[in-house]
């Protein structure tokens, strides 16, 4: 073969290798298997359905990809809609399914509903599916304007005054109260007959017993009734508050805020429900708040009592029981609960001193910030810092700013010739505030030998210490 035929062959090698590349080049993407979701039906009309009941449709989730199938979440778009699936059921395999069951509760809904839920998967083209459940709830019988009666001050064999109607639902059918029963004996319900145009229904008044307790009341009434021959049970709820002779508000004192010493509380009233005059003979709400009552009119009709917390009341939680008695025969005595969180009259800052032997004059020494908290007009005044370990010295900083005299500093100071070891106190303050004229603090000494601070922390790292 010549050098002409050798350099063709060359040529059509080098070509067929070529084209034999790019035929199989590595650059393609490589093809995974994908899920394809589908819904063999993705809405049910359930036409009329009536009011309360649940009715449930089960959707089937298929997977026509070659891919697992993989359904990450399931949001139905109201809480009336519940819609599940088990761990187990949400990995659907190729040319495999899965039932969903959706529940729908109609308590509490009327008329058209269009309820979705949406379905979210791994495929990539459709990752949400949208299943819908149509309905028309209609309802069987009506209350208004709702099924609670709420009432204040209701006097014993008394009507309250609100009243409920008790109609036909939507479709108007006949319908018959069977029935009614109070689950407390202290109120009593009457049904009269109602015509409200084309309707024919049930005028529901309630009445407060001649024996029942004063105080909150909250109970249950059932109706039993009967529409287009089906009987069912329906459920009402009453609350109210029942007085005798008297009413009185708030029914509790509860302040959790802090309240100083010498505030006072919110204002506690009590009333004639009759618009009678009556005498308040004596009040009391113990040794630690003070009680001041008043008439608010000339007929005596209505007390106001207001309290105010001692100046000698502990700080912390105040727990007691205001004790109101008078002269009328239905309520000689009124008793109210009372908390109120007394406030701090001094507040210290840190409420545990440390002190170390190290070169830091911080290790040595700590300044302690004293402040009343009920003004910061109100004058404070260290009397005295003492400390019962003999090598701590205290002294107390003159006022540094006179725009602020309920600030005041004492210094605690570690003298040179403490002896070694670990050292437990206390130092003592006094001050001029009502409350807090003795504050006790815990002191800790600790003293390295050598007097060098090696492992030793800064006062200004230990727990409840502070930056002086």
Known sequence: MGNRESWMVLVILTQVISLGAVGFSADEPPVYPSAKVVVEQDTFDLGKIKQGVEISVT?????????????HAIKPDCGCTIATLSKAQRLVPPGGSVPLVVTFNSKGRFGVQDRIT??????????????????NVVTTYVIRPSPSVTFRNGRRGKEISQ?????????????????????????????????????????????????????????????????DQEEEEVGI???????????????????????????????WTVTSTEKKSFSVIDVDAGPLLTAEVTPRNAKRTEYRVV??????????????????????????????????NVAQAVDVDPLLVRL???????????????QTVASRHLELEVEAAECDLPFVTTRILPVIDDRYPNRRIVIAELADDAPPGDHRGTL????????????????????MTGGTDDGVTSPDKQPGGSRP
């Open 237 to 267: 709820t009453i609350r109210g508050s029942v007085v005798g002779d008297l009413a009185y508000r708030p029914g509790q004192l509860i302040s959790l805020k802090q309240t100083f010493r010498g505030a006072t509380l919110p204002p």
């Open 59 to 71: 959707f089937v989730i298929g997977n026509e990809g070659d891919g697992d199938l993989e359904i």
């Open 118 to 135: 949406q379905v979210s998967t791994n495929d990539r083209n459709h990752p949400i599916v949208e299943l819908t459940l149509k309905c």
């Open 307 to 340: 309290l105010t917390v001692a100046a000698d009341a502990p700080s912390g939680p105040l727990a007691t029981v205001l004790r109101l008695t008078t002269d009328t025969s239905d309520q000689p005595l009124i008793e109210v609960p009372i908390f109120v």
């Open 428 to 447: 003592t303050l006094r001050t001029n505030v009502a409350g807090a004229e003795t504050i006790s603090l815990p002191l800790e000494v600790r003293m």
């Open 356 to 370: 170390f032997n190290g070169s830091n004059i911080r290790q040595r020494q700590r300044r302690i910030r004293l």
């Open 163 to 227: 009243r409920l109607k008790l109609l036909p639902g939507d479709d108007n059918k006949r319908l018959e109260l069977l029935g009614i029963v109070m689950a407390d004996p202290g109120i009593r319900c009457n049904a009269e007959p109602l015509v409200e145009g084309d309707r024919y229904g049930h005028l529901l008044r309630f009445v407060v017993d001649d024996d029942a307790p004063i105080g909150d009341m909250v109970t249950q009434g059932t109706l039993r009734i009967r529409v």
